[in-house]
């Protein structure tokens, strides 16, 4: 039943395309992109990454594709090369750390705004404090956690003199300079920020629209919006001489069928996204790249959803988890995924480094295990539901009837792997007589509902933003900004209690034994994955297409692409 619908659904996504199947006169689409039109314009790079950003701010911005837009636009202290490894940019060398590893001196290269101001340690000090302030109301503000703070909660960062920066932690902290060099740290200037914000109630007003002063490679120029944007060549940027290309022009756009089609056509050079259904066929194709990243593709639930009402935090648990059993992970990474993912078991991704010479291992949860028949896994989940109170009847058909009827919203963004997934999700909860309403809505209107609990299910991924797990656990903590499942801030009956998990990621901020911090870390996520809020997927590669006449395009394992440094043949 399942290989029957997988072949409707993606017929059904290919709508505007010729043929879908065996139709002989359609061409495969490995051959589309082989014999595709390519640009011979040597000096703009012609770039799709996702549909309108939510924010510009490096600040306010938590999306990836908004991180990609950030670095590109944004440089800080450090940056990551080609090969994934951190090297410094404004700042002048590698930091002096102290001896018990609390205090970093960083001096900075003299570099200018890109009005050609002077970019000084006085930026960081004010961009950072930003970041923190209430006022901001940055999702990623819990990322200076590791920097002591002032009685007034101001950062202990102090401009020593224009190119020295004193930066205080409160522990020794082995990723701070994979966190300088991550969006949220790179300096905003601030005369423009403060001139578009006079009363304080619109911290991102200043990158709303073309024209704001950055410090990047490349600014941005013209913003059509819900269209195109172009970002043409810094000549103050503190490498300008090695940027080739004088513009990037992004189409801005979620419609993968209409991003494919552009590609073919020459109209882009760079695709971030790729039609489900055409996947398959670019697998053997040169210009179709898989890259490697540490994340997690993800399901997560409202715990205060309506869903759980009348039931106990362990009730609603249970529930939770045994959906979570009832999906087909491996069918979903076969049929939709198609380029290598993982099933996942756990929230934190494998390979991700331990933080004490190691690589992380998680509990096993059971979740995901590929010892176990479908109909085992119904089993199981059957007997969770019931003791939350529903029961089954056989339907004759090899399902079931749940009785009370139980009908559940699933929230997505549109992607033609997104909708395919819910389609998945539907069918496996099916079997057991649960209705699966999906809803698609558009990018930022989607991140507002997740972020502030306007869901019961929904679709969800993580990135890691640097290789170290708590990156995975802080995001739950009460109150985060990243914190879509509402865990400690929702006053439902059904929640669980959570200030046990905030005092545990907060000891891992400080626990100095290194070996120690591994087991806590541990805890925690055990602690996240028991309250069956989170239901990991697969881990995540990352996927785009990239013409044959481009060189020098390169993505870190937090899949921000950096273009600074790419050039364009016109063969």
């Not at 209705?435 to 929904?458: C, H, P, Q």
């Amino acid at each position: 039943m399942k290989k029957i619908i997988a072949t409707l659904l993606a017929c059904a996504m290919v709508v505007s395309l010729a043929a879908c199947g065996g139709n002989k006169d359609a061409k495969s689409g490995s051959e589309n992109a082989t014999a595709s039109t390519t640009s011979t314009d040597t000096t703009t790079l012609r770039i799709n990454l996702a549909s309108e950003p939510g924010y510009l701010d490096p600040a306010l911005n938590s999306s990836v594709d908004g991180a990609c837009l950030a670095v590109n636009s944004f440089v800080g202290l450090y940056v990551y090369d080609e090969n994934s490894q951190l090297q410094p940019a404004l700042s002048d060398g590698e930091p002096e750390i102290s001896e018990d590893g609390l205090t970093y001196t960083f001096k900075l290269i003299e570099s200018k705004w890109s009005n050609g101001e002077e970019l000084t340690a006085n930026d960081f000090v004010y961009s950072w404090n930003r970041a923190v302030a209430p006022e901001t109301a940055a999702d990623y503000a819990y990322m200076f956690t590791p920097i002591a703070t002032n009685d007034d909660g101001t950062l202990q960062v102090e401009a020593v003199d224009d190119y020295t920066l004193k930066v205080q932690l409160v522990s020794p902290c082995a990723y701070f300079l994979d966190l300088v060099a991550f969006p949220t740290y790179l300096p905003v200037y601030q005369k423009g920020v403060e001139e578009a914000n006079p009363d304080g109630t619109t911290p991102g007003a200043w990158a709303q629209e073309a024209g704001f002063v950055s410090n990047g490679a490349f600014t941005l120029d013209t913003w059509n919006h819900e269209e195109s944007m172009v970002y043409v060549k810094n000549p103050n940027y503190y490498r300008a001489d090695d940027v080739k290309l004088e513009k990037l022009e992004f189409m801005l756009s979620a419609d993968d069928t209409a991003i494919y089609a552009a590609y073919n056509a020459g109209d882009l050079d760079f695709a971030d996204s790729v039609p489900t259904d055409e996947v398959g066929n670019l697998l053997d194709n040169p210009e179709f790249n898989i890259i490697d990243t540490l994340g997690t593709y993800y399901v997560c639930f409202n715990v205060g959803s309506k869903m759980f009402d009348g039931l106990t935090a362990e009730q609603a648990a249970e529930m939770r988890q045994a959906l979570s059993l009832l999906i087909d992970r491996q069918y979903i990474v076969d049929t939709v995924g198609q380029t290598g993912q993982v099933p996942a078991d756990t929230f934190i991704p494998d390979g991700m480094a331990d933080g004490n010479g190691g690589v992380f291992e998680a509990s096993d949860f059971g979740y995901y295990d590929a010892t176990k028949t479908g109909a085992e896994k119904v089993e199981e989940a059957k007997a969770l539901l019931e003791d939350c109170g529903y029961s089954f009847e056989d339907d004759g058909n090899g399902g079931y009837t749940i009785s009370p009827a139980l009908s559940v919203t699933y929230l997505t963004n549109s992607g033609t792997g997104h909708e395919a997934i819910a389609q998945c999700i539907q069918q496996d909860w099916g079997a057991l007589g649960i209705e699966v309403n999906i809803e698609t809505e558009e990018w930022n209107v989607f991140l507002e509902d997740r972020k502030a609990g306007n869901y019961d299910i929904a679709r969800n991924g993580w990135i890691a933003d640097f290789n170290d797990p708590i990156n995975m656990l802080e995001m739950w903590l009460s109150g985060g900004g990243n914190n879509d499942t509402q865990l400690g801030t929702s006053n439902s009956a059904a929640a669980p209690k959570w200030d046990e998990y905030d005092a545990l990621i907060n000891q891992i901020y400080t626990e100095t034994d290194f070996a120690k911090r591994v087991d806590l870390m541990r805890q925690a996520e055990d602690m996240l994955m028991e309250t069956g809020a989170i239901v990991p997927i697969y881990y995540s590669n990352d996927i785009y297409l990239q013409k044959p006449n481009v060189k020098g395009v390169y993505a870190s394992l937090n899949q921000n692409k950096y273009f600074m440094y790419a050039e364009k043949t016109a063969e």
